[in-house]
């Protein structure tokens, strides 16, 4: 049975920690999990480590812990951002190859992506903007786009000019049709499918509020 929204319009939009925690608390208990590249990365510093969520990386590692500090840092131990990380006990470490016939062949539980846009249909745009000047980023977002049972997608709602982000129709390369689940943003947590888009929660502004400002058609 589906709940109503959750509306919170008298606190702050989340902070990119809140977020993360937010989403950490979304990832069930036991899960095989890939965090993106940049924001996404944050999520492990708030995975409640006796849960036994398993983190894998694209570039060749299962049980990859917290960011490291200090005299933690190893500078052959980095997540596929390159960001020095820790290992939990039971780690283990494999071929590059290995690593994306995990992705592609429907191994990982949950996959959080960043985005430049999110359909209404959960189409993802995230490796490219289709600018003449832009660097083009795919890494392996359209396998896990394609493999991960769940994709949840970080970002911010709207662009530093107020433009949505979440969309009737990206415009925007896709990096896979249809294929997100939830939607994380500091202004509000979404659900996406074939049915269109649930607001599940709101900060810092109201369901109606958002209905003006976004040009998709919101339930919930």
Not at 104 to 119: P, T
Not at 178 to 197: E, K, L, M, Q, S
Request: charged letters at 20%; a negative charge; one cysteine or more.
């Amino acid at each position: 049975m589906r709940t109503a929204a959750v509306e919170r319009a008298d606190r702050p939009p989340l902070t990119t920690d809140e977020l993360a925690a937010r989403i950490a608390r979304d990832i069930p208990a036991g899960s095989y999990v890939n965090l993106g590249i940049g924001q996404p990365t944050r999520i492990a510093e708030h995975l409640p480590w006796d849960a036994g969520v398993v983190l894998h990386t694209e570039n060749g590692m299962l049980g990859m812990g917290p960011a490291a500090t200090g005299d933690e840092i190893d500078p052959d131990l980095t997540n596929a951002g390159k960001v020095p990380v820790t290992e939990l006990p039971g780690a283990a470490y494999f071929h590059h190859a290995d690593s994306f016939a995990m992705m592609r062949g429907g191994h990982l539980d949950v996959c959080v992506l960043g985005a430049f846009q999110v359909s209404r249909y959960g189409d993802l745009a995230n490796w490219h903007t289709g600018e003449p000047d832009a660097i083009p980023a795919v890494g392996g977002a359209m396998d896990l786009a394609v493999g991960a049972r769940q994709v949840f997608v970080m970002m911010k709602l709207f662009t530093r000019d107020g433009a949505p982000k979440l969309v009737p129709a990206c415009t925007y390369p896709l990096t896979g049709p249809r294929c997100v689940h939830r939607v994380y943003t500091d202004h509000g947590v979404f659900a996406v499918g074939p049915d269109g888009v649930r607001v599940r929660e709101t900060y810092g502004i109201s369901v109606a509020a958002l209905r003006e400002r976004l040009a998709v058609e919101l339930t919930g």
